[in-house]
C-alpha cells in the first residue's frame, strides 16, 4: 500500500513558476512508477509527467514539453514537478499516481494503469 500527499499548488501569473511535491509512504516506493496527472473542469484526466522507478526514463505531454520537469528522490520517498512558464491552460487539478512495476524503466501514461492516487492539489494560472 502507498498512500500519497500532494502539496505545491496555488495560484501565480502567467508566465510564473509552482513546484509540486508529492510525498509517499511506503518502504516500496523506489519500486513504483509515478506520474502527474491533470484535471480541468470538464475536460479528462491526462497525464503531464511520468517517470520510472530508476528516474531513467520519463514522459511529457507534449503540451507541457521544455515546460515541465519531473523528478524522483527514492531516499526521502517523494516525486516532484517543476513547473515553469505557466500558462492558463495548465488550470487544473494536479494529482500524483503511483503503480508498482516490474521493470525500472517502465513508465505509465495511462490513469487506468495507477493503483494509488494523491487528494490532488489545485493549481490556478491568471492571464
Known amino acids: 500500500q502507498v498512500q500519497l500527499a500532494e502539496s505545491g499548488g496555488g495560484s501565480v501569473q502567467a508566465g510564473g513558476s509552482l513546484r509540486l511535491s508529492c510525498a509517499a509512504s511506503?518502504?516500496?516506493?523506489?519500486?513504483?512508477?509515478m506520474g502527474w496527472f491533470r484535471q480541468a473542469p470538464g475536460k479528462d484526466r491526462e497525464c503531464v509527467a511520468a517517470?520510472?522507478?530508476?528516474?531513467?526514463?520519463?514522459y511529457y505531454a507534449d503540451s507541457v514539453k521544455g515546460r515541465f520537469t519531473i523528478s524522483r528522490d527514492n531516499a526521502k520517498n517523494t516525486v516532484n514537478l517543476q513547473m515553469n512558464s505557466l500558462q492558463p491552460e495548465d488550470t487544473a487539478v494536479y494529482y500524483c499516481?503511483?503503480?508498482?512495476?516490474?521493470?525500472?524503466?517502465?513508465?505509465?501514461?495511462?490513469?487506468?494503469?495507477?493503483?494509488?492516487w494523491g487528494q490532488g492539489t489545485q493549481v490556478t494560472v491568471s492571464s
Open positions: 511506503g518502504r516500496t516506493f523506489s519500486t513504483y512508477a
Open positions: 517517470i520510472s522507478w530508476s528516474g531513467g526514463r520519463t
Open positions: 499516481a503511483a503503480a508498482r512495476t516490474i521493470s525500472s524503466e517502465t513508465v505509465l501514461t495511462i490513469s487506468k494503469n495507477y493503483n494509488y
